[in-house]
């Protein structure tokens, strides 16, 4: 989903609030959205002439409920863009500029590696753009985060080879505009961390036993998996004192969307073959997330869905 394509959804999700009474729609939607803490709509840039079985990742943290949700106020900005460790995760090495519309990033590594993009200090006046080894981009509007919720990610698999030089490339534009936008004080960074082995494998993604939301841990506590060729999948996860995120996973032959709803609603769409982390949930009562393929299933069509539960 481009930038634009977020815009419009945004607006049309505030035209059709309206209140219909003593209660009133509008205020059903607040309700909704507060208790929904992160919500985020999947990006997905593809990697060419690579076959990843766990596709280059992207998440956006934005309320499609709230009007000025695409407006991010920027921090100061900070040389301290990347941790040495989370989430079973280890650095092996990054590289931040600043002051800079772009910047190409490049290490001997692959086997086992999860490649992070980040921006900070300019708000979402800019958008990032990124892309692995000149594949197709993923873009989001800054600031992109590494513990924030919003981040962008690619990861190789134990299937790739040791070592391998990789590329990731880095650019800014105006939001408002398509034109290179160099920031003042902003920073761009890339790095890439080791994984951990992977805990399981859904929907022919490879999953890992943590990730990390809002500065905190989410453990894996539950997967499904839908058979071949099925055209939906549903699950419902309850947690009673503990927040949970909530992944879907999607694999195939085709290039179909595939529609996420969460407790009923839809939530946003991501083509055949994609997926990752989605979104965290409060606790308290059961949310049921499904996912639906528009229009022909391919008959190898697989739908994975995975919770997690904060860890404390």
Same mark, same amino acid.
């Given at each position: 989903m481009s930038i634009q394509q977020l815009q419009d959804t945004l607006r049309a999700h505030a035209d059709a609030i309206e209140d219909t009474g003593v209660v009133g729609r509008g205020a059903a939607v607040r309700r909704r959205a507060a208790r929904i803490r992160v919500r985020r709509a999947l990006v997905v840039a593809a990697v060419v002439a690579i076959v990843l079985p766990a596709a280059g990742l992207a998440a956006l943290g934005v309320n499609p409920f709230d009007r000025t949700?695409?407006?991010?106020?920027?921090?100061?900005p900070t040389s301290d863009l990347f941790v040495e460790s989370f989430a079973g995760r280890t650095l092996i090495d990054a590289e931040v500029a600043?002051? $800079?519309?772009?910047?190409?990033?490049?290490?001997?590594?692959? $086997?086992?590696?999860?490649? $992070?993009?980040?921006?900070?200090?300019?708000?979402? $006046?800019?958008?990032?753009?990124? =892309?692995?080894?000149?594949?197709?981009?993923?873009?989001?509007p800054c600031d992109v985060?590494?513990?924030?919720?919003?981040?962008?990610?690619?990861?190789?698999?134990?299937?790739?080879?040791?070592?391998?030089?990789?590329?990731?490339?880095?650019?800014?534009?105006?939001?408002s505009?398509?034109?290179?936008?160099?920031?003042?004080?902003?920073?761009?960074?890339? =790095?890439v961390y080791r994984l951990p082995a992977p805990a399981a494998t859904v929907a022919g993604h490879q999953v890992q036993a943590l990730e990390m939301d809002g500065g905190s841990e989410f453990r894996l506590v539950r997967r499904e998996e839908s058979m071949p060729g099925a055209r939906v999948l549903s699950s419902t996860y309850s947690s009673r004192t503990r927040p949970?995120?909530?992944?879907?996973?999607?694999?195939?032959?085709?290039?179909?969307?595939?529609?996420?709803?969460?407790?009923?609603?839809?939530e946003t769409?991501?083509?055949?073959?994609?997926?990752?982390?989605?979104?965290?949930?409060?606790p308290g009562e059961a949310h049921t997330v499904s996912l639906r393929i528009v229009g022909d299933v391919p008959p190898d069509a697989l739908l994975g869905l995975v919770w997690r539960e904060e860890v404390r």
């Amino acid at each position: 989903m481009s930038i634009q394509q977020l815009q419009d959804t945004l607006r049309a999700h505030a035209d059709a609030i309206e209140d219909t009474g003593v209660v009133g729609r509008g205020a059903a939607v607040r309700r909704r959205a507060a208790r929904i803490r992160v919500r985020r709509a999947l990006v997905v840039a593809a990697v060419v002439a690579i076959v990843l079985p766990a596709a280059g990742l992207a998440a956006l943290g934005v309320n499609p409920f709230d009007r000025t949700a695409p407006v991010v106020t920027p921090p100061g900005p900070t040389s301290d863009l990347f941790v040495e460790s989370f989430a079973g995760r280890t650095l092996i090495d990054a590289e931040v500029a600043t002051g $800079r519309s772009e910047m190409v990033f490049t290490a001997e590594a692959s $086997r086992n590696t999860e490649w $992070r993009a980040v921006c900070e200090g300019v708000g979402s $006046r800019y958008t990032l753009h990124v =892309a692995m080894d000149d594949g197709e981009p993923g873009e989001l509007p800054c600031d992109v985060q590494l513990l924030s919720g919003r981040w962008i990610a690619y990861q190789f698999g134990p299937e790739h080879p040791v070592k391998g030089e990789h590329t990731l490339r880095l650019w800014l534009t105006s939001t408002s505009g398509r034109e290179k936008a160099p920031p003042v004080d902003g920073q761009i960074g890339a =790095a890439v961390y080791r994984l951990p082995a992977p805990a399981a494998t859904v929907a022919g993604h490879q999953v890992q036993a943590l990730e990390m939301d809002g500065g905190s841990e989410f453990r894996l506590v539950r997967r499904e998996e839908s058979m071949p060729g099925a055209r939906v999948l549903s699950s419902t996860y309850s947690s009673r004192t503990r927040p949970v995120e909530v992944g879907w996973y999607t694999s195939g032959s085709g290039t179909q969307e595939v529609q996420v709803y969460v407790d009923g609603r839809p939530e946003t769409g991501l083509p055949l073959g994609n997926g990752g982390p989605g979104l965290v949930l409060t606790p308290g009562e059961a949310h049921t997330v499904s996912l639906r393929i528009v229009g022909d299933v391919p008959p190898d069509a697989l739908l994975g869905l995975v919770w997690r539960e904060e860890v404390r």
